[in-house]
């Protein structure tokens, strides 16, 4: 039986950081508040110049490095964008065309904050069905594009950057379970204004920003995510005490303690970049990944938790032995 296998990680913070201090500049807010409320001290914001793609190909030249894969090798890749440079081409066949290779396939996956859970997801099916065996899978979002700096209810939540893993075919997982769930009822608590077509006029309404209704969002999901992690743990038959660590999406600090603690799992053992980062979307999972693989926190044999929930709404897992 083929398994999927994390051989590689890699990440890419934009050089610029923004603290909360310098918010206090744009918005009504406050250093405290922003702490307080999220564990958010700063965020990395791209440069004019910089596009989804670029990050995204550079986590994934550090992820590659890091496998000791060759980019000629790569037989898939699946990027988790919902802020690409276009609405097409995808930013995967981008990142493909940046790696001067082509004719494997490339594609994008939009699952908003989730969206890691998916492509991992996808990137697993295809590998134990035999479909490919050295797959790039990357998370990568410019928030920082889609902030609407006079809202104070969410521009100082996001940030930018871009975090990847190589998946390789192993003979032992791996990825030991993947668990996805979407439900488009609620799709009015987290969403961007304006629709594809919008022909740009001189109404604020109009420009594609975030909305948020943060509160019931953080209800939602608080709920799910505990959830997810009872699914994922009984679908194992394996106890919290058997997780080595909690790779959690990283959107609030105290979503993030909330789900810890319904594991039982000491703060010690969760990887936390939320302070630093904000909230990536889908490239925070594999960025707090990176993170912790690279400071050697994060070791081969592991049994990883991911989880991640977000606008669709979306959320998923994945249970993973490192
Ligand atoms: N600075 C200062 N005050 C702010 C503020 C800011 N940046 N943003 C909101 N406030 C104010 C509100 O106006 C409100 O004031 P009021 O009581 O006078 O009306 C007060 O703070 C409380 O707002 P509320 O939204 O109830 O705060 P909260 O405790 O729920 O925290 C979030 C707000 C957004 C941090 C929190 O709800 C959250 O993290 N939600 C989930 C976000 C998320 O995960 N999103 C992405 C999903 S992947």
Redesign the pocket.
Known sequence: MTFARISGTGGYLPERVMTNHELETI????DE??RD??GIRQRHIAADNETTSDMALSAAREALAAAKVEVADIDLIIVATTTPDRVFPSVACTVQRKLGIHDIPAFDIHA??SGFMFALDVANRFVKTGGASNVLVIGAEIYSRILDWSD??TC??FGDGAGAVVLQAAEEAGIVSTHIHSNGKHEEL?YVSGSVGDRGTERQSDAAFIK?R??E??RK?VAALGNIARETLAGNGITKSDLSWLVP?Q??L??ISATAKKLCLPMERVVVTVDQHA?T?SASIPLALDVAVRDGRIKRGDLLLFE????GLTWGSALVKY
Do not use: E, Y
């Not at 991640?308 to 606008?311: E, L």
């Open positions: 918005v009504d807010t406050s508040w922003i409320r999220s908003a904050c104070r209810a100082v939540l987290l948020m943060g509160n969002i953080f999901a999406h959107a609030n105290r979503i909230n979307s991640a929930f977000g606008a």
